[in-house]
């Protein structure tokens, strides 16, 4: 029997929300644009759940825009920058794939982009105030990085930006990649006066293929397929109403047990450091990290000890899931850091969520023991 440390990746369905789904395809069969009776119930249940999500993020749901997943709220974001004048984007070097991608691309036609060290996997507020221009249009710093389980300093960094705005008059648009904060600490979208912000459904026990996309100026959206004029016009398509319904109900249960978890998952945390410190090997994630995720550097390279741990029953990642497929991309973050190459090479993954148990940690670090002990 496999036991799961890679939750940073995906999360397993949870029960409570695999049958809201079910119970939200089988009682809402209409399509939400529809304006028959059966449309408009499905309306009714699409907006009832918008407003319970909106709630628990402490925000309007007018701010509120489901996609198909977090790579689709960002390039939602970054896409509607096409409609703008071109500037200078500043992004932390430690973002993930689907906020780089995007200013590759934008930089091929025509923005400035300006990528600040993330020093131990933090952004200094005085780095980022210090990279702004009159000309920045944008600054991109993630909530909680995927790798490390590194918790940015979200609202010190806006606040920046703000003062910087004042200063120059100028208005500069803050987006937080926020999938692995939901629900796991404290976000404050309103309190942190972030402009856009994304989640995944399936990070914290939801289906696949649902996401969200927080926009503080809605209207500063436009849609990538504008067909159809769904969510207020800003993303075309027929909403996923049983995705979103299963979205409502895993955040839901994060929220009601988000503190227990927090302390449980923090103590195997501790565990876990305590035990492979003691093995000789070396901690990457800060002490102050989201304690859900812990990178460590293994003794081999991190696919041929992964390879080696799932031999023994255990999946973790040898990085960020995405970057499996984009070779480099995790060592990229970690030599943004500071890690050597050579080192990052090395850095294995655990990430835990609700349902790790004290057991599984125990074993993992059992089977950490027999590998490098022989």
Partial sequence: MEIYFDNAATT??????????????ELYPGNPSSIHRLGRKAKDELERRRCHIASMLGVN????????????????????????????????????????????????????IVK????????????????????????????????????????????????????NGKKILFFSDSVQALGKTGL????????????????????????????????????????GGQENGHRG??????????????????????????KRIGEYNKMLRKSLSKLGLEIVSPESASPYILSVLA???SEVFTRMLMDKGFCVSSGSACSNNAKG????????????????????RISMGRDTKEEDVISLCKAFGELING
């Avoid at 397993?12 to 395809?25: G, M």
Wanted: glycine share 8%.
């Fill in 12 to 25: 397993p369905l949870s029960q409570r929300a695999a049958k809201t789904y079910i119970e939200t395809a």
């Fill in 61 to 112: 749901e007018r701010n509120l825009i489901f996609t198909s997943g977090a790579t689709e709220s960002i390039s939602l974001f970054f896409s509607s920058l096409l409609w703008m004048e071109k500037g200078t984007i500043v992004v932390s070097r430690i973002e993930h794939e689907a906020v780089t991608s995007w200013t590759t691309y934008l930089k091929k036609i025509g923005w400035n």
């Fill in 116 to 167: 600040i060290k993330a020093k131990g996997g933090f952004v200094s507020p005085d780095e980022l105030y210090s990279s702004l221009t009159p000309d920045t249009k944008v600054v991109a710093v993630m909530a909680v990085n995927n790798v490390t389980g590194a918790i940015e300093d979200t609202k010190g960094l806006v606040e920046c930006v703000r003062k910087y705005e004042k200063e």
């Fill in 188 to 227: 404050d979208l309103k309190g942190s006066d972030v402009d856009g912000a994304s989640f995944s459904a399936h990070k914290i026990n939801g289906p696949r293929g649902v996401g969200l996309l927080y926009a503080k100026n809605p209207e500063m959206i436009r849609p990538i397929a504008s067909a």
């Fill in 237 to 262: 398509g027929t909403e996923n109403l049983p995705g979103v319904a299963a979205f409502d109900e895993a955040l839901t249960e994060w929220m009601e047990n988000r503190e227990d978890d927090e």
């Fill in 299 to 301: 003794p081999l390279p």
């Fill in 329 to 348: 991309k995790s060592e990229g973050i970690l030599e943004a850091m500071g890690i050597r190459n050579e080192k990052a090479k090395r850095a294995i």
